[in-house]
């Protein structure tokens, strides 16, 4: 059964100080991992990774992946309270099924 | 504008009850999608319905029935309402990619509390 583990599961940190949150996976026939913030209501889409090595970066987050490790990391520089939020990592496999695995999610609080 | 918009928000009902959330999309996506999330936030996949054909059924008690009139809607109906069905239910929905996995927009969540 795929399965996701995300660590820290939770973190408090001030703002402007940088974060690193982990995502480590188990899949079967691995297709894509993606990452999504959760604030009061819905996840929101951040990033889908695919391809080892390549970084995705948006503003002050940023995303890498490594394929041989199975794991990707998550980085926000530069942190604001607004980025205080569950981050969750989510894993799909290409065996014809939709769905996304997703880890437990770390829960980030960023203090002023 | 709502892209995915779930109906009702919040809901209070005493066990044994029967009860409905609806969820509709109009990003014009084909496959859609309801999760459950628990008190420790842990996001799990119900079902998952393709252009109205149902293609994910996790292991979830058949008390649990969605129901996809067309490709814009998803309903989930829950019979005999126990206390552990208490969670916040996301509705989602997708394109269908060649490649890459499906990028999920999720719906606000409907609160489910039972009492």
């Known amino acids: 059964e795929d399965k996701v583990v995300q660590s820290p599961l939770s973190l408090v940190v001030h703002e402007g100080d940088t974060v690193t949150l982990n995502c480590s996976y188990e899949?079967?026939?691995?297709?894509?991992l993606l990452w999504y913030k959760q604030e009061k209501k819905a996840p929101t889409f951040l990033f889908m990774l695919t391809s080892s090595g390549i970084e995705k970066k948006s503003g002050r987050l940023s995303s890498i992946l490594d394929k041989k490790e199975l794991f990707s990391i998550l980085n926000i520089t530069a942190t604001q309270t607004g980025d205080s939020a569950v981050y969750l990592c989510a894993v799909a496999d290409k065996g014809g099924s939709e769905k996304l695995v997703f880890g437990k999610g770390t829960k980030l609080t960023v203090n002023p | 504008d709502t892209a995915v918009s779930q109906t009702p928000k919040y809901l209070v009902t005493q066990m044994g009850n029967d009860k409905s959330i609806k969820c509709e999309q109009n990003l014009g996506h084909d496959t859609m999608y309801w999760y459950k999330q628990d008190s420790k936030k842990f996001l799990k996949i119900m079902f998952s319905y393709n252009n109205k054909e149902l293609i994910i059924n996790e292991t979830v008690p058949n008390r649990f029935s969605p129901k996809s009139p067309d490709k814009a809607h998803l309903n989930l109906h829950i019979n005999s309402l126990e206390l552990g069905d208490s969670a916040v239910y996301f509705c989602a929905s997708s394109l269908r990619r060649a490649h890459g996995a499906n990028v999920l927009t999720f719906g606000a969540g409907s609160r489910l509390t039972v009492l």
């Open positions: 899949v079967t026939n691995f297709r894509s």
